[in-house]
């Protein structure tokens, strides 16, 4: 049999079939393709149709292909172009060629593992209110300035700053977020680096490689707490010792009591309780850090966000010399953007560059950005507008929940993006969120951020990405799932994955 090209680079009936003389059977191994998309060219797609035939097994290892004057004139193509397939393909390991004898298979696939089986998830019912805590309002972000600012910085960055990223960040978001952290929250830039990360989580991680590098390998963590937060530090080696957390934030003396040298806080808005660090505990959380020669790492995540009263300052400006200050964008503008700082003692800068080596910046174009977006101010006019519209929607959530769930007690409301709702002794907080899932509310367990249960029954609540009318519909449906007969009898204890 055959087979004829409509002359090479032309258009080529689809499907078409090489055959060799040999006695192989090539008419069904190889399948030229049609001349579509990127592979327009004839010898790539011989080239193509001989790959995938060793890929997927037809042709084994050891099998000699056509000599490339055989194969062309079956082709009735040139033999330039079959010579360019078979070197293609040489180049690649896939042939082997040797003088004065046949080119050969020269490859063999492994066999695939079967495909890991991930179980199905159930079904859930589409979620209609998401009361849930993590994100800020997506449908507010300013995405003409945000744009504004990345084709700016597109036109206007040097050469320069298109090649290699600094793994620390780009010095002019450098210098203009040490600018931001001391106007806005108080920082003392002086006496230690800033670096520009992916976020608090991926600040964390350096943080603790850099711990660990010093020989520092126990950290104390909030309980509840992020659990992203635990993981960060577990991933970077450190052994992670849980400190429960009351009304004035992190018990200091119980963070004595564990091995740590180093602890994480969410001083000016603690997650999940929503409590504000006191100031004696503050003071003493430094003192601490000094007398076991060790650090705070404080977690400044949603701290913009304070309603009543002024922005307290980070712990950061008290004692720079042993304070970590992380914070991101991912609460004030999007997490998609992938972009926050690290602000680290003077004296940890050459551990952190050294356990960090490897580290990727953020993009720089988005760097570039971010830092026109403050300096034109712009980040400050979205998070004056911003602050007003929380502050009305919590109101609005509080004041719902007052009237709807008066047996509720709500707390953690002075900052930040979400509240607790005490529930009643007796109350099933983890049968009122499966209660609710199913109506189509999405609420958290406060036991969703502790490995075990507890005794506190609460919900966690977030107003940052419900708009203002979905509110009351969203409270009814929780009103509803607190009273479902479902969720009267409490639930037994069960071990809970974080957040
Ligand atoms: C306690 C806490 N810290 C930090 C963050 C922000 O983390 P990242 O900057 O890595 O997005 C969050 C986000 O939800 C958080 O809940």
Redesign the pocket.
């Known amino acids: 049999m055959s087979l004829t090209l409509d002359g090479f680079g032309s258009a080529v009936r689809s499907n078409l079939v090489a055959v060799s003389r040999t006695n192989l059977a090539w008419a069904t191994l190889l399948d030229v393709g049609p001349a579509e998309g990127g592979r327009r060219r004839l010898h790539d797609r011989l080239a193509h149709a001989l790959r995938a035939a060793i890929r997927d097994g037809r042709l084994v290892e050891g099998a000699a292909v056509p000599p490339s004057r055989a194969l062309a004139e079956e082709l009735g193509c040139s033999r330039w172009a079959v010579t360019e397939a078979y070197g293609q393909l040489v180049a690649e390991g896939y042939l082997s060629a040797r003088v004065g004898s046949a080119t050969r298979v020269s490859w063999i696939p492994e066999a695939a593992p079967p495909a890991p089986r991930v179980p199905r998830e159930p079904a859930r019912p589409p979620i209609r209110y998401d009361l849930a805590p ?1 994100l800020p309002d997506l449908r507010a972000f300013p995405r003409r300035r945000w744009a504004d600012a990345v084709r700016a910085v597109t036109g206007s960055a040097v050469h320069y700053d298109l090649g290699l990223p600094d793994p620390d960040g780009h010095a002019v978001l450098r210098d203009t977020v040490a600018q931001y952290l001391r106007r806005s929250r108080g920082a003392d830039t002086r006496a230690a680096s800033v670096s520009v990360c992916a ?4 600040a964390l991680v350096r943080t603790c490689r850099a711990l660990r590098a010093e020989g520092i390998a126990d950290l104390a963590v909030e309980q509840p707490g ?1 659990r992203r ?1 635990r993981d960060a530090a577990t991933s970077a080696g450190l052994r992670v010792h849980p400190v429960p957390v009351d009304q004035d934030g992190l018990r200091v003396d119980h963070l004595v009591r564990t091995p740590a040298r180093a602890v994480v806080v ?1 001083a000016a808005h603690q ?1 999940p309780t929503g409590t504000v660090l006191s100031p004696a505990r503050r003071s003493r959380l430094v003192r601490w850090a000094r007398d076991v020669d060790g650090f705070v790492i404080e ?1 400044d ?1 949603d701290a913009e966000f304070r309603y009543d009263g002024h922005p307290v300052a980070v712990m950061q400006g008290m004692d720079p010399g042993r304070v970590f200050l992380l914070g ?1 964008v ?2 004030t503008l999007s ?1 998609a953007l992938g972009l ?1 700082w690290l602000v680290a003692p003077a004296a940890m800068t050459p551990a952190l560059r050294e356990a960090n080596i490897v580290a990727a910046a953020p993009p720089v174009l988005d760097q570039l950005a971010l830092a026109t977006f403050i300096d034109r101010g712009w980040y400050d006019a979205h998070l004056r507008a911003a602050r007003r519209r929380f502050r009305s929607r919590r109101d609005l959530l509080v004041q719902t929940l007052e009237a709807e769930v008066p047996e509720g007690r709500v707390a953690g409301t002075a900052a930040g993006l979400h509240i607790l709702l005490h529930l009643p002794d007796g109350a099933d907080s983890r049968g009122t969120v499966h209660a609710a899932a199913a109506a189509g509310l999405r609420v958290a367990d406060l036991d969703d951020y502790r490995p075990n249960r507890s005794a506190e029954r609460a919900l966690v609540l977030g107003y940052g990405n419900i708009s203002d009318t979905e509110i009351p519909p969203a409270v009814t449906l929780l009103r509803e799932a607190l009273r479902s007969p479902t969720v009267t009898s409490p639930t037994p204890a069960r071990q809970v994955g974080g957040s």
């Open positions: 993590g976020g608090v989580t991926d992020w937060l969410g997650f977690d995540y991101s991912s609460k997490p926050g």
